[in-house]
């Protein structure tokens, strides 16, 4: 209790002491979640205070401009809002509280704690769009990064410092395979990001992370999909925010973002009560612009010599590899898992689909033998995945493709190697070895 008075007295005494005037504003204005405040000048980005002098306090976040009124959009439900009550500024536009105090707690959009722990004092602040750099700033990829599962450590390498989607249907899989990556991983510091999910995975995900050792490196900022839209994005610039906060003091981050569909989702909730206008299936331009803007701010830093290596999920609505979000987040990644149903329902766990799946940095960060075993597994998995439904008829002659034949051989070998219990990990050491002895003898 003494330390927690010395920390907030000493945050009292560093602040600078402000005289000015405190302005206010009015609600003029209600329409669902957006509200048109008169008589107050906040930039976008600023959160306001709505304080009726009952008791009742609101807080929404300044949206954009129209006709000399401030547009808002409420981080709550809008009941019991009033027309005339007052709106009031508060913390610092534009800024997002960060710092070590985040490691081992789980938080909300706002940086408010949800698991039941005192109070936060982060100490600092991170623009909430990011500090932008020159492309040219960007360290290469050139070191592989272990994620502790086979099928990816052997086949799509990860790079410290990439950016991958793992892309898939609902219920095949994403959140099992992101924490399983999430345990076996290797990084200084880990930065989850729930967004738009279940409130159920999001109590399942802090009750098997944030214990132990792994707990002192984790932060987890979760916003379910219950919550206001622009809490949803807060949330996903806040996780951003923390991982790019941890790199500059030189660590090695892993961010997680589950999901990045849910923040396309809320960005396109956003643009869509600003009366912008949807283009490709709904989604605005600035919804998927959204999404270009947060995954570049993941990456190697040449001037701090830290990384965040950032993985997103990516829902693939009904299964379309073809959605607009998938195809967005497939061209500006660097690198995907693509999640088979079809896998999945036969048992096999990761159900990843090795011929769909790509790392764009594999040939950088592994060594030409890997490469090689990789290229020969993925052309065995294709030839056999092609023609199992002649297989399975009886209708392919044995002899007639000499791949096809191999695939077949080594069919048992390959689906005990794709497949992992979620409790193991596989090393990338182990991986790679375990690919050279299943491959290497067959070329």
Known sequence: MLNLADVTLGELAAAPLDLAPRRFGRVAACDGGLIEVSGLSVPIGGLCRIDDGKGTTLRAEAIGFRNGRTMMMMLGDSVLLRSGVAVRPEGQPGMLPVGPAYLGRAVDGLGEPIDGGPALHPGAQWPAGGKRTG???RASVREPFDTGIRAINA???FGVGQRVGIMAGSGVGKSVLIDMIAHGAQADVVVV???GERAREVSDFVERHMHGEAAARTAVVAVPADHAANLRLRGALLATSLAEYFRAQGLRVLLIQDSLTRIAHAAREIGILLGEPGAARGYPPSALSTLTKLVERAGNSAESGGSITAIYT???DGDDQNDPVVDTARSILDGHIVLSRDLAQRGQYPAIDVGASLSRVM???ADPALNACARKLRALVSAYESNRDLLLMGAYRAGADPLIDQGIALQPQIAAF?????G?????GRARAELLGLIGDEQ
Do not use: W, Y
Not at 418 to 422: E, F, I, R, S, Y
């Open 135 to 137: 492309a040219l700033d």
């Open 424 to 428: 193991e990990r596989v090393p990338l």
């Open 363 to 365: 040939s950088d960060v």
């Open 418 to 422: 794709l497949a992992q219990a979620v």
């Open 314 to 316: 990516v829902l693939a």
């Open 193 to 195: 990001g729930l967004i």
């Open 155 to 157: 086949l799509t390498t």
